[in-house]
C-alpha cells in the first residue's frame, strides 16, 4: 500500500486576488484522489481539515498517521467521515466491521486505533472519499446510508439550479465535534450547485466533484463574493474552500459533489448568502 499526503497551507483573500491559473490550482484543486491501492491525504491549514481517498484493490488500505499529526494512530485527535462512491466496499474499525455500498456514509469518533479499507469486488472496488478534522471528545462510529440522509430539495429546473442536498454526517443524525458532510447531486438539466453562493467565514469546505461524464467538466468558482475566481474541474477532484470564499460551480452536464466542512459550529444553516446580482 502507498501512502501520499501533502501540505497546503492556508491564503489571505488580499493575496488570492493575485493568483494566476497555476497558483489558484496548487493552493485549492486537489487533483490526485482515487488512486488504486495508495491512501492519499490532503492536509489543509484552514482549521486544520484533512481531504483524502482510499480506493483498496489488490490489498487493503490501513489509515495510517502522517508526519505532520505527530500522533501514533491517525484518529488519535481526530474525528473522521468517509462516503463510499464506488462499489460495496468494508471498513474495520477496531474490529468491528461495517459494509458500505455504493454512497454510504460512515463516521468514526476520535480515540480509535485501527481503520482498514476493503473491497468486495476489486474488479468494483470501493472507492473512500475521507473527510477529518480535529477532535476535543470522541463520539460513537455510525453508519449512514443514503435513505437515512435529511434530504433537502432546492432550486428550480427553470434556474439550471435543481437539487438534492442530502446531509448525512450532521446533527440529528450522527454527533460530532466538528465535521459535517453529505452529498448534493443535481437533477438532469441542472448545471448550477450552491446558487446563490454563500460564505461562512466561522466554517472552511471542501467540496469532491464525481458523476461528472468523461467529457465533460464544472467550472467551481471561489473568491469574495465581489472578487471571484474559477477553477475548471474533471470528475474526482476536489476543492477547498477558504472560510472567506464562495464555493458553488457550474457544469456543462449535470454531477453530484460531496461537501465537508468544519470550524467554529455545527450550524449548517449558518451562511451569508451573497446576492446574484452582486456577484462580481
Ligand atoms: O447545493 C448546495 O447548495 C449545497 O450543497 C451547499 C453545501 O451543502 C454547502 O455549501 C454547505 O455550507
Ligand atoms: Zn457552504
Redesign the pocket.
Known sequence: MKLHYETRYASNPQSVKNYDTQQLRDEFLIENLMQEDQLVLVYSHYDRYIAGSAVPVKEAINLETIDPLKSTCFLDRREIGIINIGGSGTIEVDGVVYILEHKDALYIGSGKKEVIFKSEDKNNPAKFYLNSAPAHKSYSTKKVSKSEANKIE?GSLETANH?T?NQMIIGGIVDTCQLQM?M?ELKAGSVW??MPA?V?DRRM?VYYYLDIPQDQAVCHFMGQPQETRHIWMRNDQAVISPPWSI?SGSGTSNYTFI?G?AGENLD?SD?DVAKITELR
Open positions: 432546492l437539487r442536498v453529505g448534493t450547485n450552491t454563500h461562512h469546505e464555493h461537501w466542512m449548517y451562511m
